[in-house]
């Protein structure tokens, strides 16, 4: 038997050994995730502090994307993308939707016509407790191919010399069909009518176990009506959301889900490349938007869209972007909400 008078001392200072052992692993995880044991490393910080407008960003609000609006509905499935996921949302039935219609911007008052991206924020929660959230946007290609590059994008985006643009873009070939897209895509005077492209891959396992890489868009059910950028302009600085109120206050609008499945041989890691339009498709349901609400007090506005939620059938691709937004995405929301208060709920609202 050990004689405690003589191991007492030995194993106090081995505590305290381990003690200082864990205050330095602690301090160093904390510091690694900081960033600043490599000042050279894209933290969720960089990523978020790289998107604020010259002036400061707008507190209490998204960080991107941080004009919109919320809706409600359903997501009717009509069982056929059983065939590439055993998710339940692809289960033929309808299940409830909180989403938000937003523009890819910091501003939060932005005018319609100055903001080229739209996106959509979309929850599907089905009975077994799953949910599915997905943020999408209408460019068919992401303009650049790693989050490395979309930080840097950032940076020059905001340079006052012309030339730090044109370096990047030079620097960046993949860039021309982003650019390409937003000086000659049409414009529509209506959320209603835009098609909305999750971009980033993801891999589907069906009821067999079989994985595929899938991408997804949102197409719209409404006639798709093309404008010029100044006849948007002409009618008025909040004409989309006037607009979508509208609409949905007379009826319901849709989408239609279609699932494109990815050939062996298609980049799933490069958002930038298209896959080609004879891949595989599958109409999976209708997303069914029934009731809009303003954000201040709606459904939406303490949700994070983080495309990384994904029900059990979904997961992730070697797509860097969703983890990368992920992480930012938690840090705009950490933001947000502790900032609530220079984004006052109305006057009538219960909530805190
Ligand atoms: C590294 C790349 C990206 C970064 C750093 C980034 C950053 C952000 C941030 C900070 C927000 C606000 C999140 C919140 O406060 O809830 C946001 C929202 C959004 N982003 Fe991204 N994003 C990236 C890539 C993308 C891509 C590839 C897409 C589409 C395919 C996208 C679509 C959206 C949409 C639609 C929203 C609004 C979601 C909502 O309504 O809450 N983003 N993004």
Redesign the pocket.
Known sequence: MPDPSQSQPHSALGSLFIIAAVVAIGAGAFAYTAGWLSPGRLTPTK??GA?APPDGPALGH????AK?ICFTGMFEANGNGTALSRATAFVAGQYPVVG?F?L?TPDPNATDATVRVR???VQISTPDGETWRM???DPPI?PVAT?QA?YELLEASKSKDPEVIKTFAAAHPEFAAFGKWATTAPWTASYAEVAF????AFIFMDGTGAEHAVRWSLMPQAQVTPISGTDLEKLGPNHLEDDIMDRVSKGPQSWTMVLTEAAPSDPTSD?TKAWPSERRTVQAGTLVVQKIEAEADGP?RD???DPTILPDGIKVSDDP?PA??SA??A???DL?TSEASYYPRTAGSTKP
């Open positions: 990523l978020v998107l998204r960080r991107n994307h919109g938000r937003n890819g996106g959509i924020g943020a999408m946007i992401f989050p979309f492209n999750s971009l980033n958002p939406c949700i994070n869209f972007f990368a937004r930012a995405y840090k705009s929301y947000r």
